[in-house]
């Protein structure tokens, strides 16, 4: 028990779990704000894409909401590797962050062995340790064919993340069945939100890894121009960045095809 209290409180997290009176050490507490994503009660007999999952809360937020099958996808390899291509004077400073995985998994080795893990996905532990049926493959969001269609597919917080954005929701498009869930997070310009212009705003020199900073109508136009016949904003919403004790505006919009 104390090497998962340790794991909880000294480990390296994205997202912050409950589990048995701990709470892990993440630098966003998501269910907070999980009411402003817009998701369905019950997410029974659908299957559900989770693109750019990091530790994966959503993911297994979608399974303990009755999804019969979810699948997280992540760019990074949760072993100390860069997991994205970031701007070039920014790289050294992004392989020192990620560089955190590994050291994350040294610490812990015995805990993640135990569960059979050979790195520091935090996914795939906690659906272990809460023997939970939950999916993990590492990939991109620029190459979602070999996984097929989903009822539902998620993509949070990834897009300003991107080169290529459009690309991106464009093999969103591809992945869905039903409905799209994207939100959009900025941590510079959060006035551009609310603009009704079709606006995407480089920022890519301020921490060479969030590329745009992507409007309201910009994300609905791109999600329209990949061919979903509607889109909607269900939420907007301030979320606190623990690290860093900042709010980063985010806005939620669903597609429809
Ligand atoms: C800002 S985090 C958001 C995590 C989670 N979706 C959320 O909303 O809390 C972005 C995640 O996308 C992943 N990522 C970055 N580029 C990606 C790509 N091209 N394809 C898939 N995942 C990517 C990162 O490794 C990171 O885990």
């Known amino acids: 028990m104390n090497e998962l209290k340790d794991l909880f409180e000294k480990g390296r997290w994205y997202h912050c779990f409950r589990y048995e009176g701990l ?3 993440g630098t966003y507490d998501v269910a907070d704000y999980v009411e402003h994503y817009g998701f369905d009660k019950d ?14 809360f959503f993911s ?3 399974k303990e909401h009755g999804a019969d099958r979810v699948l997280g996808v992540d760019s990074n390899k949760y072993d100390g590797s860069l997991a994205f291509s970031p701007s070039i004077a920014f790289k050294q400073n992004h392989q020192e962050k990620y560089a955190q995985y590994a050291n994350d998994y040294d610490v812990f080795r015995s805990l993640y062995e135990k569960y059979g893990l050979k790195n520091s996905n935090k996914l795939l532990f906690m659906t272990k340790l809460m023997d939970l049926n939950v999916e993990f493959s590492n990939g991109s969001i620029y190459d979602l064919s070999s996984y097929g269609e989903f009822d539902v ?6 897009l300003e993340h991107l080169r290529d954005p459009i690309t991106a929701i464009e093999q969103l498009y591809l992945a ?3 409905k799209c869930i994207i939100t959009v997070s ?6 551009l939100f609310n ?3 079709a606006l995407a705003l480089f920022q890519g020199h301020i921490s060479g890894g969030s590329f745009f900073s992507l409007s309201e109508e910009a994300v609905k136009a791109m999600c329209m121009s990949a061919g979903f016949r509607k889109t ?5 919403f301030e979320m606190i960045n623990k690290r860093y004790s900042v709010n980063n505006s985010h806005f939620v919009i669903h597609a429809y095809k």
């Open 176 to 178: 869905t069945k039903e």
């Open 153 to 158: 597919v998620m993509c949070n917080d990834l």
């Open 43 to 56: 997410y029974s007999g659908k299957a559900v894409l989770d693109v750019g999952c990091s530790d994966g």
């Open 23 to 25: 709470i892990s050490n």
């Open 186 to 191: 900025s941590a510079y310009k959060p006035d």
């Open 232 to 236: 909607k904003i269900v939420g907007r």
């Open 60 to 62: 297994i937020w979608m």
């Open 195 to 197: 603009r009704k212009k």
